[in-house]
């Protein structure tokens, strides 16, 4: 018998949606929130929106933004202190998926105890988490329905996957209005992580129905919406259909897990700290190649999805353009830069394929790859 499970948070989409944050996190709960952001979504408006929300619905809130692009395990330690020092019995996110991470973080400490190593994995976090609600600011991370965690562990130099129900929000609240504010280069890092999700979500071993269609749907969406949200950051129609892209990636992946580019990307990301969606865009097209003789009647799919004409076509020739179409649209919206033009050496390439090799992503790729073929692919990345 065939049995899968499909976990997802309870989810208000819509512009102006941000204005339900207060009443939400009321609803599931909280009393004193502890809102996670960042300094640059504090510094578009969007923090002081969600506290008057939050006020207004009677809630005390304590505000911490003392993290990193690649949110650290330090970063972690200290806001967890702080909701602790504070007494706060409920975790806001409002931001990208930094913030977002480092909310789930914060909550699998306040009530797990211990160090975050400890529950590096699947499914190791035993005590329930406090109230969570997120409310994303980019179109990518998809963290505000996803049962993942990534945060920097600092000695080892590598991303720590955490991977359980329990962070999986309460509620997220999608509000496309709050993507406004990202610059045309973050738009780009972003949605190219969005469509990173999809595609390792369709293709993942653990891929069921349920996930295919968020997969496929994410796909498309980002196909058609991408190029004109990076030229124009005021296309609320793009915008919208990009957070819709972002939010049902984020559902495809949290189901279906994800694959080879992510269990390398964590890595990368560990070492030089630059956008998630950069080192998605370098990685990527080489793990379709690597990945494409295991499944070419998916990638056939995913090309049908990002617009080619696959029409007489075998299999494999139309799995072939779902690679032509996403380098093109790398090379579109400028992401278009091997791994040594955004600071990667290669003598640390045996290292990363070692940690990659460890990585929970890993299991669900759908081709096997050995240590050497992931340095084979990274060499090929540079």
Known sequence: MNISKFVAP???????????????????????????????????????QAVYYLRSAGLETEVFSALTTNPKDNEVTEGTARYLQARCDGIVAVG???????????????????????????????RPLPPMLIAPTTA???????????????????????????????????????LKTKDA??????????????????????????TDIHALKAIQLISRNLRQAVADRQDMEANTNMAMAALTAGLAFSNAILGATHAMTHQVDGLIDRHHGETNASILPHVMEFNLPACPDRFRDIAVAMGEDVAGLSDLQAAALA????????????????????????????????????????????????????????????
């Open 10 to 48: 309870e989810i208000i989409f819509g512009r102006g949606s941000l204005s339900q944050i207060g009443e939400s996190a009321l609803r599931i709960g909280a009393s004193r929130v502890f809102l996670v952001s960042d300094a640059d979504v504090i510094k578009a408006g969007w923090v002081d």
């Open 96 to 126: 990208g998926g930094s913030p977002t991470d480092v909310a789930k973080a914060i909550a699998t400490l306040a009530t797990n105890g211990g160090k975050l190593q400890e529950y590096e994995g699947i499914n190791r976090i035993s």
């Open 140 to 178: 990518g991370a998809g963290s505000e329905v996803s049962q993942f965690t990534i945060i920097v562990d600092t000695a080892r130099r590598l991303k720590m996957s955490i991977i359980s129900k329990s962070l999986v929000p309460d509620i997220a609240i999608v509000d496309p209005e709050l």
């Open 185 to 210: 280069k973050l738009a780009a890092a972003t949605g190219l992580d969005a469509l990173t999700h999809g595609i390792e979500s369709y293709v993942s071993l653990a891929a069921t129905p349920l």
């Open 323 to 382: 690679i032509v179409s996403v380098r093109r649209m790398i090379a579109d919206i400028g992401l278009a830069k091997g791994l040594a033009d955004i600071g990667l050496k290669a003598e640390f390439v045996p290292l990363l394929s070692r940690n990659a090799m460890k990585d929970a992503c890993l299991v669900t790729n759908p081709r096997n790859a050995s240590i050497e073929q992931i340095e084979a692919i990274f060499y090929k990345a540079m």
